[in-house]
């Protein structure tokens, strides 16, 4: 996990040190062991680096290649740089040191920009190939490592500055920065709960999206739009081969453990995230079987006081049967609340998924004893685990077969149904089923996932925004379904899982939380070869009469628990909707005030304040509306700017 900061100048003027120094800062929580800085004419460079592979200085960044021409800011891990470096050095290259940095700066020596389809890692990097002056940069598949860019205008004539950040945050301290709310952004951000590339929240600055690279020619023609690449995708097969169950299973346990295997290079102490759901433990289960033990490993988890949210029993029956050496940590609603402001800080960009507060805690908690920890994330997406998966046939043939009277019938029942502030409760669950409509798979997944559906934006968003709004945020689904090569309607479901909530909201969520406190976290089951045999595998073995993860489960029958196997899928959740009508009633009151809401322009203060009495009242659930508009106020007093610019 590090940090980086790059400005450019196509004119070759001298770049401002001060400017650059305070990007590199802004990320500073991401590498907490070391900061470089390197200026060339037209271009400055920044980075924080935390020490995982080679610490020596060797490995230190921004780095030069051996004729100083080329230079390179990078984040993340490259799983093959071994091999990679063998048949560089076949080629003739030689190195200094033994990190994965120095592979990645001479293989684009080597290879150009074709390099991407030889690396496989997490990584976002940014590379200065001063020669050429070009600048090139790019998002590892899955889009674990974020990364962010801005062309900042000047004045008197002067093309514009290029600049790129870790974090939105790192783009803040450059002059003329237009940090103003994008209403397009904002609209979308309210139906996705975070906002889809490539805008991000500010008018100034996009976002790569996972899998994409982008360059721009600063000699040429530096006021030409960037050249935006794909250079991988989803690779599902137009028709699926026959596959035995025994063989996909057999094959996910050898890839996932030849991924946690490649997840285990360190010269820094490494541990696990292990929840007590199936995906931590079949990490945890793989890294026992690599290591053939459990005395080499450190697992981590927390509990909650709350007893429907709480998993870590779990947690602790799969460290007990692998042996691990297991660390808890239980907390209740007051620890959760106390860090607050501290996740609101270190989100520059407003994300709506409570389960980040645990995250935080979980990974401040992981860093007392490690610098890298695996966790499980990816599962769900790959092997159809969320209950949405579920939910998917059954919307199919509501909408479809029963008759509208009946619908409009279970519509007003459920309306009257007593709201529960319970994890996943059967008021929340049948009203959500209800908001995803009769429209095709990924569209109607969102609407379940949505705090607001577009047609309720209008009413929510103060009158003078809405035409400036998204009037169709699903519409980036429609355009996702057309660049897939999906053609099974479970793949596309899967294909969309994999490429908006996955790097959008779950990727987001974690990078944050771990770096904010100097912690790398590696996901063996977003390994680039476990996600291709993922996509070639049949959906009937994904999910089969009922029982999600069906290939998976196989795959771990004796090697964990048969009840950690069997049981539920539950998410890493917070009970938000009772936090807000007991300890957060205070500041939900605060921040949603009329008065306020009326100040920065944003939102209806009538509508928002009808979903506060819905909830409040127990009229209604309305935990993901309010929170989704909670997270943004605290973005907002945090980085926002008002939509004047002022």
């Not at 899998?211 to 699926?240: E, G, I």
């Not at 509990?303 to 602790?316: I, K, L, M």
């Not at 919307?395 to 459920?414: I, N, S």
């Not at 908006?500 to 904010?516: C, E, M, Q």
Request: hydrophobic residues 40%.
């Amino acid at each position: 996990m590090c940090g980086l900061a790059a400005l450019f100048d196509p004119t070759g003027a001298p770049i401002d040190r001060q400017v650059v120094e305070q990007m590199t800062r802004a990320v500073a929580p991401r590498g907490p062991d070391a900061e470089g800085l390197w200026f060339g004419p037209g271009a400055g460079l920044g980075h924080r680096r935390l020490k995982v592979i080679d610490v020596s200085d060797a490995g230190m960044q921004p780095m030069a290649s051996l004729a100083g021409d080329v230079h390179v800011v990078f984040n993340g891990e490259i799983y093959n740089f071994l091999d990679l470096r063998a048949e560089l050095m076949s080629h003739g290259h030689s190195f200094r040191s033994r990190c994965d940095t120095e592979v990645l700066l001479v293989a684009y020596q080597q290879w150009g920009e074709d390099m991407l389809a030889r690396i496989d890692g997490m990584f976002a990097f940014v590379i200065w190939d001063e020669r050429k002056r070009r600048v090139f940069a790019a998002r590892d598949r899955m889009g674990k490592k974020p990364l962010y860019y801005a062309r900042v205008r000047r004045g008197a004539g002067l093309p514009p500055l290029l600049a790129f950040g870790s974090e939105l945050k790192a783009l803040l301290p450059i002059p003329g920065f237009d940090r103003t709310v994008s209403p397009e952004a904002l609209g979308r951000y309210l139906t996705f709960e975070y906002v889809p590339p490539p805008l991000t929240i500010f008018e100034g600055a996009r976002k790569l999206d996972a899998s994409q690279s982008v360059a721009f020619d600063l000699h040429h023609d530096p006021t030409a739009s960037p050249n935006l690449q794909r250079y991988w995708d989803l690779p599902f097969p137009a028709a699926h081969e026959a596959m035995q169950a025994t063989e996909a299973a057999s094959n996910v346990w050898a890839l996932l453990k030849r991924a946690v295997e490649k997840r285990l290079v360190a010269d820094v102490p490494l541990g696990v995230f292990l929840s007590g759901g199936l995906d931590s433990s079949a990490v945890a289960a793989a890294m026992h079987a690599v290591l053939g033990g459990g005395a080499g490993i450190t697992t981590f988890s927390i509990g909650f006081s709350d007893p429907s949210y709480d998993e870590s029993s779990h947690a602790r029956l799969v460290a007990k049967h692998l042996g691990t050496n297991h660390h808890e940590d239980i907390v209740d609603a007051k620890a959760m609340l106390n860090v607050l402001p501290q996740v609101s800080r270190l989100l520059d960009e407003p994300l709506a998924d409570a389960s980040i507060v645990p995250t935080f805690l979980l990974s401040r908690f992981a860093q007392q004893h490690v610098t890298v920890a695996l966790g499980g994330d990816g599962g769900d997406e790959l092997f159809a685990g969320y209950p949405t998966f579920a939910a998917d046939r059954w919307g199919q043939l509501y909408f479809r077969y029963l008759p509208k009277r009946m619908q409009a019938a279970v519509q007003a029942a459920a309306a009257q149904l007593p709201a529960s502030t319970k994890y996943f409760s059967l008021d929340f669950k049948l009203n959500q089923f209800l908001r995803g409509g009769p429209l095709p798979g990924p569209r109607r997944h969102q609407r379940w996932m949505a705090s607001f559906l577009p047609e309720e934006q209008a009413s929510l968003l103060s009158p003078d925004l809405r035409p400036l709004a998204d009037a169709d945020p699903l519409s980036l689904i429609d355009t996702r379904i057309g660049l897939s090569s999906a053609r099974d309607k479970r793949d596309l479901l899967m294909d969309f899982y994999a490429r908006f909530y996955l790097p959008g909201d779950v990727n987001v969520k974690v990078d944050r939380a771990s770096s904010a406190v100097g912690l790398e976290v590696r996901a063996p089951f977003l390994d680039t070869d476990l996600v291709k045999l993922a996509c070639q595998i049949p959906p009937s073995l994904r999910r089969r009469g009922g029982v999600s993860k069906y290939v998976l489960k196989r795959a771990l029958r004796g090697r964990l628990p048969q009840q950690i196997i069997d049981r539920k899928k539950q998410g890493f959740g917070v009970p938000v909707a009772r936090w807000m009508k007991e300890d957060l009633a205070p500041l939900l009151r605060d921040e949603l005030a009329p008065e306020k809401l009326t100040r920065e322009g944003f939102f209806d203060p009538q509508a928002v304040q009808g979903l506060i009495t819905d909830h409040l009242s127990g009229r209604r659930d309305r935990r993901k509306a309010l929170w989704t508009l909670l997270s943004f106020e605290r973005w907002f007093a945090e980085y926002g700017q008002g939509r004047s610019g002022v």
